[in-house]
Structure formats: structure tokens, C-alpha cells
């Protein structure tokens, strides 16, 4: 977790609270981080319910419920499989949004993406969106870059909404 993320986490969670929301996550290359960012603030247990770490292609399918043939068409770094496994992890638990990423950390590509190639889906009952990031740096950065970027997809969500 970063500084970063620490007031948009805490945003994020007052968002839902005062919205009688509640979110779940589906990490791939955060690996929990996103996670860890919602649970450090007082309160989170009101509205993050939890959430799946499908780091490994399989587990997209195993604990977020993404259909096998979407990640054989498009592959795990892509806009059709982050908004699936939002939407799977959503319904999954019975939550009223969901956040979701899958790109490449580095140091090397993946599926043909270079490092900091990052997918990062939402989705509430209504709808699912998709964005894609290029950011930069190393491992960590990119990662940290991701949860920050997914805090603030989720946020902006919630605003549109």
C-alpha cells in the first residue's frame, strides 16, 4: 500500500459507507494489495466484504467466475476479462459494486503486453467499464499505481452514479 492510496481508500470507504454500498475486489497482479489498502481504514468492515486474489489465469475462472472462453479469446490482460471478473466477483458475494484488475508487473511481458500494461474493471448492478493504464516504473511502482488507480475508477463509479 502507498500513500496514495491511503486517502483514497479512506474516501472510498466513506463514499460507500454514507451510501449504504458494499464492494468486493478480484486481484491479479495487486495480489491483495487493493485489499489491504480498503481493510487499513477504520470502518472498511461496513462495506468491503472481501474479495479474491486470482493471480493465476485458472483462478480468473475458479474464484471469480470468468467464463474459460473469454480468457482464451482475449486473454488475461484484457478489457473483457477485468470486466468479468468484477461482475463475477460481484455476484459471487452479493456485492453492490465490484473492482477488478489483471495487467502486467514486470519485469517481463506477458501475452505480448509490456510491464505496466494494467486493466482495471468495475461494475454495479446496472453496468461494467473497463480502463486501460500504462504505468510506469518498477514492479512496485506498478503496482502501486494499479491500487491507486483502482480506488479512483471505484470513486469516480460511485460519483457518476
Request: aromatic content about 4%; charged content about 15%.
Amino acid at each position: 500500500m502507498t500513500a496514495d492510496a491511503d486517502p483514497l481508500a479512506a474516501r472510498l470507504i466513506a463514499r460507500l459507507r454514507s451510501a449504504g454500498l458494499t464492494l468486493a475486489t478480484s486481484e491479479s497482479l495487486t495480489g491483495g494489495l487493493i485489499g489491504a489498502a480498503l481493510t487499513s481504514v477504520p470502518g472498511a468492515s461496513e462495506v468491503y466484504l472481501g474479495g479474491a486474489i486470482a493471480y493465476a489465469t485458472a483462478m480468473k475462472t475458479a474464484l471469480s467466475g470468468v467464463d474459460p472462453d473469454v480468457l482464451e479469446r482475449y486473454g488475461a490482460v484484457s478489457s473483457e476479462t477485468v470486466t468479468a471478473m468484477a461482475t463475477g466477483i460481484r455476484l459471487i458475494t452479493g456485492a453492490d459494486w465490484a473492482v477488478a484488475v489483471s495487467g502486467v508487473a514486470g519485469p517481463t511481458e506477458q501475452e505480448g503486453h509490456p510491464p505496466g500494461t494494467v486493466w482495471i474493471g468495475i461494475a454495479d448492478e446496472r453496468s461494467s467499464r473497463a480502463q486501460r493504464c500504462a504505468f510506469t516504473g518498477d514492479r512496485a511502482a506498478v503496482r502501486s499505481q494499479t491500487v491507486a488507480g483502482a480506488l479512483g475508477m471505484l470513486l469516480t463509479g460511485l460519483q457518476d452514479r
